[in-house]
């Protein structure tokens, strides 16, 4: 009596890409990347044929795409020889993505309504800009550069930056006095130059991590007093140089904040921001 025997039952490709829910287009494009060959090619005909045991790895493709997670994360969970731990890994990043994502989302949320409640006038924003010299300032500060001038390139720079030149200071004694001041200076090649710095001490002493700078005076600047947290101070920078170029001005150099009131380290409701932008006629 012969022995049992294990028959594959094959699908088309058509048939295929219909228990997957997808086309017949993409799944030739995971074919041509190497993420789902078929089983088998007719030599003849060119044809494509899926066997059954493809159906798993077919589901947790469609499965994963359809969570967001990118080719090269699935292709590697594929390639698992073990794919829960390798599965759940790809899981927990892609939801460590999304989450930022909806932050990122509820934060151009807020500056939407913001923005809407001035326009519609039941807010009003910052206060009026103003046109004095600037003295001149000696600071410690650190710096770096950012890929864009955005928020989105910025943001993630300054907690870095801010605590390297906590420890410097720390490790060489010197004093954090207030009120902090970050510069910004843009680059040829539209990549931004950030600085970031506090008061030093007179005289000021050198130390390693850190920079003895000069700021120096400014004839005359623009200022405006932003009041609350980060999450609007694109708009108060806007507001900003809308009324300089309308009162016939032009920036002439680095732009300043100047975080007049502003306890610990995480922007609040209740900080106040003033900033700065040389200025000359236009």
Known sequence: MSGWSVVSTMYT????????RISVRMLRHYDAIGLLPPA???ERSGYRFYSDAQLADLLRVVELRQLGVGLDAIAAVLASDDQRPALAAVLRQRRTELRAGIAEDSARLDRLERRLRI???TEIMSTPVEYRPLDAVTVYAVSGTAPGPGPEYVGPMIGPLIEGLDSALAAAGRPILEPSVFW????EDERLEVHISYPAENPPRPGA?????ELPA???AATLLHRGDMSGIGDS???LTEQLVADGYRVAGPSREVYLEATGHTPAPDWVTELQAPVERA
Not at 184 to 187: F, G, N, T
Not at 209 to 213: C, L, P
């Open 218 to 220: 400014v004839p005359l």
């Open 184 to 187: 910004y200076e843009a680059r």
């Open 209 to 213: 991590g850190y920079e003895v700078v």
């Open 119 to 121: 326009l519609e006038g």
């Open 40 to 42: 088998r090619v007719d």
């Open 13 to 20: 490709i058509g048939e295929f890409a219909a228990i997957g």
């Open 237 to 239: 920078w806007m507001a």
